[in-house]
């Protein structure tokens, strides 16, 4: 879309925001006397139906105020936007409105509601959207007096060639602004900009959406990124990051408090901030295990279910204040209390890092490990408690990579794989992702169902199943799947199972091509 159309359907989108603020602001002067709590409580809930209304305003707007835009001279069309006396009059009640309101604003506790983050979103792309208004009224004033003086020089020297020219820039404009209103999605993505912001990362470049009521912490991680942090709860100021552009608001305590120097420097808590505005961090990111320190914690079992005949998935919970820093694929040792004395197992992660509270185990029943006898056995149970320590491994993602991952995996080996491709399709770092899951019979693909399920939601992202009660002849199968995928040479590999099925597997998939320097394995 051309500059000029897009200007004028962003004003447009200010013309319904306006009345949104009038509808959504409207009882904030009659309000102003009540109790403080009755008074956020109607604000919000205010602020929320102006944000409904905005929504179903643009879209009737652009769907008929854009489509008509062709039939029109170029400055008839721009006259559309001209600010006249009624969006004066509506400016002047909006700033009445916020000038009672102010004082009682400014009360508002940090901890701010998700109604409320909606408002101080759409506020913030009002006064952007603001600015747009006046630069286009400047530009209207211009063009005007441009085509005037063009048509009045052409008159004047009877040249044909300036005609020409004034009557093909007022063709091109109705051109730009008539032809492309199924752009008019552009304006719609700027309404999203009210429940939604996107924060960019520096010096990394990456960037994420943050949606709802998440903070900046929250949302990275979600996005796949490796933010430094360590309670996630505002209490260890590990998080802490300078926001160079953009407006963040507090929206839970915080233990940590900044000095005065870092708060004039812009610093703020990623796990205690969210964004009210587009925004831009500077904060550094995990590169590798070497950056994630040993940590030691008391969780609590959340629930033991049976995934197949001989494997169980150990769901643990960390405390708020306590989560997990991992990467995906890494491994932690746990640790319970029995009347036999301490048991202990070290077991590799299958859960997504995004998630660092909820922490997922696929345990396979083992004679030689009385951690797992013990959990078979029924002696762990929701509400116990089970001590992490860790993590450690590198079985793990290059931070910088972007190249394919070939995932190998034979039985609970696709617990630390699971991990891998859940945070692939949480940060969208790698252009693809293969599984070849390699079991011993039906049951030992516990989980085929989530596979296909990701298979179909995700382009990207293809499983083979393969099963062979033989380990040696499965091995050989699973490296012809593996081959028959191409691509092997470029690709990360990662394999994962018993002892025998890797010893066996790693010099087959060299053999077939996978580059040594970047295939890891892992033992479970």
């Not at 990051?241 to 004039?264: F, N, P, T, W």
């Not at 995004?354 to 078979?376: G, M, S, T, W």
């Not at 949480?426 to 039906?442: D, I, K, R, T, Y």
Request: aromatic share 4%.
């Amino acid at each position: 879309m051309g500059q000029a159309a897009r200007t004028v359907v962003l004003a447009l989108h200010l013309e319904c925001l306006e009345q949104a603020i009038e509808h959504g602001l409207g009882a904030v002067g009659a309000d102003v006397g009540h109790d403080g709590d009755e008074f956020l409580a109607a604000m919000a809930a205010d602020h929320v139906a102006a944000a409904q209304h905005l929504s179903q305003q643009l879209g009737e707007t652009l769907q008929h105020e854009v489509a008509g835009l062709v039939a029109v001279g170029v400055v008839e069309q721009l006259e559309v936007v001209e600010v006249d006396q009624h969006h004066a009059q509506r400016r002047a009640l909006a700033a009445r409105q916020l000038q009672q309101a102010g004082p009682h604003l400014e009360q508002v506790a940090p901890v701010v509601q998700a109604g409320e983050r909606v408002a101080q979103r759409l506020f913030a792309q009002g006064q952007e959207l603001a600015d747009l208004r006046r630069y286009l009224s400047a530009y209207h004033a211009l063009v005007v007096e441009h085509e005037r003086r063009l048509r009045e020089l052409a008159g004047r020297r009877d040249d044909v060639a300036l005609r020409e020219l004034a009557d093909g820039m007022q063709y091109g404009l109705k051109q730009v602004l008539g032809t492309e209103p199924a752009e008019a999605l552009d304006a719609m993505a700027n309404m999203l900009n009210v429940i939604s912001a996107q924060v960019t990362v520096r010096p990394s470049g990456r960037q994420f959406l943050l949606e709802g009521n998440d903070s900046i912490l929250q949302a990275g991680l979600k996005a796949g990124l490796r933010f430094g942090y360590g309670c996630g709860s505002g209490t260890c100021g590990l998080c802490k990051a300078r926001v160079v552009a953009g407006e963040v608001r507090q929206i839970q305590h915080a233990d940590y408090a900044l000095s005065e120097l870092e708060k004039q420097q812009g610093y703020a808590l990623l796990c205690a901030n969210t964004a009210v505005s587009d925004v831009v961090v500077e904060t550094l990111e995990a590169q590798g295990p070497a950056d994630i320190p040993d940590q030691s914690l008391v969780t609590t079992v959340r629930a033991v279910s049976a995934l197949s005949p001989d494997v169980r998935l150990l769901h643990l919970q960390t405390p708020r204040s306590n989560r997990l820093r991992f990467l995906a694929g890494q491994s932690v040792t746990l640790g319970v209390v029995s009347p036999a004395g301490d048991l202990t197992q070290t077991l590799p992660l299958a859960s997504c890092p995004c998630d660092e509270r909820n922490l997922h185990f696929h345990v396979r029943r083992d004679a030689q490990e009385p951690f797992a006898e013990a959990l078979f056995a029924g002696q762990l149970r929701p509400g116990e408690t089970v001590s992490v320590r860790g993590p450690v491994g590198d079985f793990v993602v290059d931070a910088e990579s972007t190249r394919p991952l070939l995932l190998v995996a034979c039985e609970t080996g696709f617990g630390p794989v699971k991990s891998l491709i859940e945070h692939a399709i949480a940060s969208e770092q790698v252009e693809s992702f293969a599984l070849h899951w390699l079991a011993s019979g039906p049951e030992g693909h516990y989980l085929a169902n989530q596979c296909r399920a990701w298979s179909a939601a995700f382009d990207q992202f293809s499983y083979m199943p393969v099963t062979d009660g033989d380990p040696g002849a499965g091995v050989a199968r699973l490296v012809e799947s593996v081959r028959a995928g191409g691509a092997i040479g470029k690709s990360d590999v990662f394999v994962a199972g018993p002892s025998a099925f890797v010893e066996a597997a790693v010099p087959a998939l060299i053999d077939a091509g996978a580059a040594r320097e970047r295939l890891r394995s892992l033992v479970v």
